[in-house]
């Protein structure tokens, strides 16, 4: 059995039995163990090992060194009258501190009592730290950390584009079964007479099209986990059969009436209030309690703003391994986004990240830059395009009140004050943007048009990584000279 998690050494059977029949209860795997088995299967990790009677007692040192590694993580029940027993529990032993001896006639309660108490598995908990530091997603952490070592149903609820995959893989990630596969499907997104064979695969010829036979997602994870996500989509004739898995742990290809066993970790997600949808019954009440035994709550990213420059130097990372250019927020474009809603998200987050990226590779992105619906209230950007295109045409000044209308309306001073340096220096490069569009990229134009001189201009270009919008080697009739 090679996703067993408990071993049991004892030469009389019917113990063996008692034992192992009382750790099957519990949700555990039992392995007995044999002279036959090869030794790699024994130096691994167990979350348990039982020591009883054993007759071959130079077999038993042997077999006990091979585990002796991993004892501060490994809980050792040994039977009051194995021979074992003095050796294990003196004071200089490894062992000493997780021993549990059991008495017989065992009760299940002693046994329950002693494995609740056993030190967790060992866990990477910076396989996969979810990205923040803010409270809401350092209690995410936390509950990640307590539920990894267990194989206990996970129900993740939140929002769409919350991140709940993420959460999935970072409980598989740390967790025993991290060496197994990690499997997702999502049930929503396949058609109800369709999902029975993804789940639980089928035999060829099972119905039109089974030309072969196929795995199922459950065979496919076995050993590892199974994320469902998605599964208050899942139709009520498809609960009904994963209900019957989730209990009895078995299933049956698709055009079979072979009875397959299972060892599978189950993590659910859902956008859908579960509970609102019992009550309308669309949701079974049976499996969605089956589900829930650890439900773990997303919070949406306009809980967790202050994660967002951090989430962004993440999304900055996967974009450079993917081999694409990063973008840097300037403090009031950061500001501006703090001000939006994000219906989307994380997920909405990263796209934009994406986007801007492409858009203005490797530059710094400030709040004129940023896509309309992302600015929130802005400085005078807008007010003073219709400026300077007046000045262009022949104006040299705009009448007062114009430009009295525009500072009063447009310069508003937030609630929590502004950075006014980094804000001064937005203005310059929306003004120096619009000047270039007004004048096609054509330098010279745009230095005349912004009262400053050519070489002044040129040199704002490379401060603020704007040369992308002058029109690259323009001569300038004033001058002759090509533009940098």
Known sequence: MPNSNVLIIESNETRADIVASAMQFMGY???????SLPSDSIAREWRAVYVGGIEDHSACEALMASIDAQTNQTLVLIGADSPQLARMTKADSAYAAQVEVLDFPLRYERLAEAVRR???????TSVLRLVGGSAAMGRVNALIRQVSPF???????G????????VARAIHDCSPRR???FVAINCGAIPAELLESELFGHEKGAFTGAISTRKGRFEMAEGGTLFLDEIGDMSLPMQVKLLRVLQERVYERVGSNRTQRCDVRIIAATHRNLEQSTAEGRFREDLYYRLSVFPLEMPALREHLEDMPELIAEFNQRLQRRGLSTVRFSGSALQALRQH???????????LVERLAILYPNSEVRAGDLPEKYRGMQPIDEANGSILRAMLD??????????????????????GGVDLKDHLADIEVGLIRQALDITDGVVAHAAKLLRMQRTTLVEKLRKYGLQSCARANEASPQSGTAVA
């Open 341 to 351: 809603t994000w219906p989307g998200n994380v997920r909405e987050l990263s796209n």
């Open 151 to 157: 194989d206990s149903s996970v129900l993740v609820l």
């Open 29 to 35: 795997f039992p392995q007995r163990w044999e002279k």
């Open 159 to 166: 929002e769409s584009g919350t991140g709940k995959e993420m």
């Open 394 to 415: 022949g104006q040299n000044k705009p009448a007062p009140s114009q430009g009295r209308v525009a500072l009063e309306t447009e310069i508003l001073l937030p609630e």
């Open 179 to 181: 060496d197994k596969p």
């Open 118 to 124: 056993s030190p967790p598995p060992r866990i990477n």
